[in-house]
């Protein structure tokens, strides 16, 4: 059993690294304020009631029944409590992750820790997936993108654990168990339920290669996710939501750009100062060889195919390119992937690689793995914003607008633009025209006429793809 405990200096150390390396993502929930999609779901909610509002999701809007249950139940609708809730739910989804994390690390096949490592190594793997999110604000700070894409990547957790429990034998109900999840999980997300089919191909192929006696079961749960994107792809509410946009269906650009995507993501991804130090950590411990479960050249494959998977059925879907929230997903997937192959690899030259210097060269790797969680990636990028004093005032500016619009006499309002926008926080704000989508989510849920910016934002450029269109009826 791993017991990092026993060695003090790296036990201290690592602790109060983390600790550290979590306090900026704490921190920054204190500013997560509601914009855009929250008002959509918060009206429709209030005004037609939650069964009504869920039904009317489904048909008109989209089928992720699961997360249109969790949002229609927006904190908005709490009024005065609104911002306290809001701002409590971000440390829930935070302290989701770790849960999930720690849950994981004990799938069955993975080295055994002990109770204060695992969690420990829970913290690890949480805060190295925060510092490459691919969207931090719209994944994690923003109700609507964390119900349907944070949720999702927690679900996937759980998921292999179950569906790798299955895979080794341990418990004959986790068949059932993963069928089920998957149904749940495509409530929440289509890409998630993409990224849990290329999983279940992967145990297939082993399944097979290994003559495995559950081999029929794979097959069936690979065929699942399959069936279930069909007829959720073919429910009125997806139907309506495909034909808004016009770029949609366009093979060449689809591939064109998941290649542009795939290869900037792995680039993102791989030039990542914690995670290389973590993975060069892991490396230089004295390992015994084991025999790899799947071919080397498979292993390599696999952290290509879930970010294909996140960006082809997306873009060829819309055509818009740069919403890359399904990357998020794509990131839980090649995450543990990264480090499976790291403590894997003796076994692909069957043989131990430790020589005395490791021991010099692991603290030092250490070092780099605690500091570069703190001052790169997301963790610098909000330590820049609240430090610089910008989600501060997009904080107290969009409080204001809250106020202001709850007490107006005014039947069409002009609201000045924010005079910041942190990366770690923003979501696309009003626009100067009153009709856009976003303008008409707000002019709803405060029961006004219109509402609108008093001068636009210099040079941005912006969708004009009439998603929520059914509103204005």
């Known amino acids: 059993m791993v017991s990092l405990e026993q060695h003090p200096w790296y036990w201290r150390v690592g602790v109060v690294g983390l600790l550290l390396a979590a306090l900026p993502y704490l921190g920054l929930c204190w500013f997560a304020v509601p914009a855009a999609d929250d008002f959509f779901y918060a009206f429709e909610s209030r005004d037609r009631g939650y069964w009504a509002a869920n039904l009317f999701w489904w048909e008109v809007v989209n089928a992720r029944w699961a997360a249109t249950a969790v949002l229609t139940l927006h904190p908005l609708l709490l009024e005065e409590w609104m911002l306290f809730f809001y701002r409590l739910l971000p440390v829930v989804h935070l302290t989701g992750l770790v849960l999930a994390a720690r849950y994981f690390l004990g799938s069955p096949g993975l080295p055994p820790l002990s109770s204060p490592t695992r969690w420990w190594a829970a913290m690890a793997f949480s805060l190295l997936y925060l510092h490459r999110l691919p969207t931090l604000a719209e994944g994690l700070y923003w109700f609507p993108g964390a119900i349907t894409y944070f949720w999702p990547a927690l679900l996937l957790l ?113 030039v990542n100062l914690p995670l290389l130090a973590f993975i060069g950590w892991i490396m230089l411990q004295k390992t015994r060889p084991t025999k790899s479960p799947l071919p080397r050249w498979l292993w390599f494959l696999l952290l290509l195919l879930p ?47 430790y020589r005395p210097w490791f021991n010099t060269a692991s603290r ?62 923003y979501v696309p704000d009003l626009t100067r025209e009153n009709w856009h989508w976003i303008n008409e989510g707000w002019a709803r849920f405060y029961q006004v006429d219109s509402v609108a910016l008093t001068h636009p934002y210099p040079a941005e450029k912006r969708s004009e793809v009439p998603i929520f269109d059914v509103f204005k009826k």
Not at 199 to 220: D, K, P, Y
Not at 229 to 258: E, H, I, P, W
Not at 309 to 320: D, H, R, S
Not at 395 to 424: C, G
């Open 364 to 425: 030092v790797l250490w070092i780099a793995f605690l500091v570069g969680l703190l001052v790169t990636g997301n963790s610098l990028q909000i330590m820049s914003n609240i430090f610089g004093g910008d989600t501060a005032i997009y904080a107290a500016q969009m409080e204001d607008r809250y106020r202001q619009l709850k007490h107006t006499p005014e039947k069409e309002i002009f609201l000045p633009p924010l005079l910041a926008r942190p990366k770690s926080l």
């Open 158 to 270: 759980i998921y292999f654990r179950w569906a790798n429990s299955f895979y080794q034998g341990v418990g004959k109900h986790k068949g059932w168990a993963c069928a089920l999840l998957l149904l749940l999980l495509s409530g929440f997300s289509e890409v998630g339920l993409l990224l849990a089919a290329g999983i279940n191909g992967v145990f297939t192929f082993s399944a097979f290669r290994q003559h495995r006696h559950r081999r029929w079961w794979w097959l069936i749960l690979s065929l699942l996710p399959i069936l279930l994107l069909f007829v959720l792809q073919n429910t009125s509410g997806n139907l309506a939501r495909a034909d808004k946009y016009a770029d949609g269906g366009l093979l060449a650009n689809s591939v064109m750009m998941t290649g542009l995507q795939t290869g900037r993501f792995l680039l993102v991804w791989g």
């Open 307 to 353: 970010i294909v998977l996140a960006v082809f059925p997306p873009y060829w879907a819309t055509g818009i390119l740069g919403q890359h929230r399904t990357l998020n997903l794509a990131w839980i997937v090649v995450l543990p992937l990264s480090l499976a192959l790291t403590m894997l690899w003796p076994a692909f030259f069957a043989r131990d690689f």
